[in-house]
């Protein structure tokens, strides 16, 4: 999975719900179709709450890893 | 994002306290970010939340509240003094959790475009002026809160 090349990168380590999406949205709004971004998050509830929000949104979750205690997505824009 | 799928989050805010206002917040707020347009009705003690430095001072009650982790007896509960401990106890474990402040999801609610309805049957009941309210909020009734309802919306109340 971290052969991916990521266009952006944003931490949301340390935030709880219901930042992490939030600030996922934000950034996406300001990428391009195409671009992947590498989303890092400590809060558990974020590996469902991603892939509920790329269902809802029409984005695409390329894949999700654990480092640790960290939640690593990569999330293409699709849209 | 299919075609059924509701668009609009629609919730009823009507308990100014510190459990329940944080509910309403986080699930706009995420709606938004789900590409859903979302509307919050503050209505009854609800109205608390919109008025002017209050949001980050509303308390949670021990008192016909089994759930709180602290386990006091109602006699006990009811004492003066009970209610601010709660909610000193309450904060700092938001706070432990990184939660954001209520000030901090209003804020955010606001930058994201969450429709925040004042109640104006309430403002008359309780004598509120639109002064006494914050900022970038709009007045309305229930049929304000209702049209918007009416349309492919999820529906909540707190």
């Known amino acids: 999975m971290s052969d991916l090349k990521a266009d952006l990168t944003l931490d949301n380590s340390g ?3 219901p930042m992490p999406i939030i600030k996922t949205k934000k950034a996406m709004d300001g990428m391009k179709v195409g671009e992947i971004l590498k989303m890092v998050a400590t809060d558990p509830g974020s590996v469902s709450d991603i892939q509920a929000w790329v269902k809802k949104t029409g984005q695409e979750l390329l894949g999700q890893e654990t480092e640790g205690e960290k939640f690593v997505f990569y999330i293409r824009k699709a849209k | 994002m299919p075609e059924e799928s509701a668009k609009r989050l629609a919730i009823i805010s009507t308990h100014g306290t510190l459990d329940m206002a944080y509910p309403p917040f986080i699930l706009s707020t ?3 970010a789900m590409d859903m347009e979302a509307a919050i009705f503050f209505t009854f003690f609800g109205l608390e939340i919109l008025k002017k430095g209050r949001i980050d001072k509303l308390k949670v009650s021990p008192v016909a509240n089994p ?3 602290m386990k006091i007896p109602n006699i006990i509960a009811m004492l003066p003094g009970m209610t601010p401990l709660a909610t000193i106890m309450m904060n700092s ?3 432990k959790a ?3 402040k209520l000030s901090e999801l209003l804020e955010t609610a606001q930058d994201m ?3 925040l309805i004042g109640c104006q049957m309430t403002m008359d009941v309780m004598g509120v002026k639109k ?3 914050i900022d970038g909020i709009e007045i309305g009734g229930a049929a304000t809160f209702l049209e918007f309802a009416s349309q492919n919306a999820i529906t909540l109340s707190f």
Request: with cysteine; net charge positive; aromatic share 4%.
């Open chain 1, 15 to 17: 935030l709880s719900c």
């Open chain 2, 30 to 32: 995420a709606a938004v």
């Open chain 2, 131 to 133: 002064e006494d309210l």
């Open chain 2, 98 to 100: 990184k939660v954001p």
């Open chain 2, 93 to 95: 474990w938001m706070r």
């Open chain 2, 113 to 115: 475009g969450v429709r």
């Open chain 2, 67 to 69: 759930a709180m982790p």
